[in-house]
C-alpha cells in the first residue's frame, strides 16, 4: 500500500497495519460546528477519507472566532460544502465524503444506513436528535461517541473522554443521563467528551472561544482512532 508524503509522521506513530487501519476507517459525523470541524480536521488527516457529514447550517460571521473549519471566505455557504473543498485535497483515489446538507431529526436517524459506519460521532446541540442517535447506535450495536457542553468553558485541559455515568456540572449532561435512562439505554455504554469545568457564564446564546470546543473535537477524533485502531480485519 502507498501512503501520501503528508502521512509520513502519522506512519511513525502507528505503523503501517495502524495506518491501513485508519485509512480503512468509516466515519459519520453529525455536526460541522467548533466540534465536529476540528475532529472533521483531525480525522482527516490522519487518514480517514470515508466519511458521512451531516449538517443543514450556513457558515456565519459568529462562528469564525471557533469553528476552525471555516474562513470569511466561507460565509453564507453550507457547512459540509465548504468542508467537502477543504478535504479535497487529502483525498485518496478511494475516499469518499457523502454530504447531508440537513439537521437531523429524531424521525430521519434511521434513514442514514449508519450501521455501515465504524463510528458515529455527535457533535450536535439539540437533545431529541442526540437522544435519538445515541438510542439508535446503542440498539444497533454501532460504536458511537457523544459531545456534551463545551459553551460558556474556556479550559481545553478540563475536556476528557469518559462514560456518561460518569459526567457531572454539565447541565447538557444531566439532561442526557435524564432522557437515555428513561430509554433504558446503559449509560455506562455511551462514551462521551466531557469538562469538568462548570459553566462560567450563562445566557440564551452559549458563549465560546475555540479553545474548548477544539479539544473536545481532538478529543473525539481520539476517541474514534482507539476504536479504529482496535479493529480487527
Known sequence: MTYPDWSERTLGLIGE?????IQAGRIAIFGLGGVG???????????????????GDEV????LNRQILFSPLDIGRKKVEA??????????????????????????????SLERFDVVIDCIDDVKAKVALAEYCQKNNIPF?????????????QVELTTLDKTSTC?????????????????????VAFSQEPPLCSGPVPASVMTVPSAAGLTLAYGAMKILLSKKY
Do not use: W
Open 37 to 55: 470541524g476540528t475532529c472533521f480536521i483531525c480525522l482527516l488527516r490522519t487518514g480517514v477519507s470515508t466519511f458521512l457529514l451531516v449538517d
Open 171 to 191: 447541565p447538557l449532561a444531566r439532561k442526557m443521563r435524564s432522557e437515555l435512562r428513561k430509554r433504558g439505554l446503559d449509560l455506562s455504554r455511551v462514551t
Open 17 to 21: 497495519e495502524g495506518l491501513r487501519k
Open 145 to 157: 461517541l457523544m459531545c456534551l457542553g463545551m459553551g460558556n468553558r474556556m479550559d481545553p485541559s
Open 60 to 63: 456565519s460571521p459568529h462562528n
Open 83 to 112: 468542508a467537502f473543498d477543504y478535504a479535497k485535497p487529502f483525498l485518496s483515489a478511494s475516499g469518499q465524503i457523502d454530504l447531508a446538507p440537513s439537521y437531523l431529526e429524531p424521525e430521519t436517524v434511521k434513514d442514514y
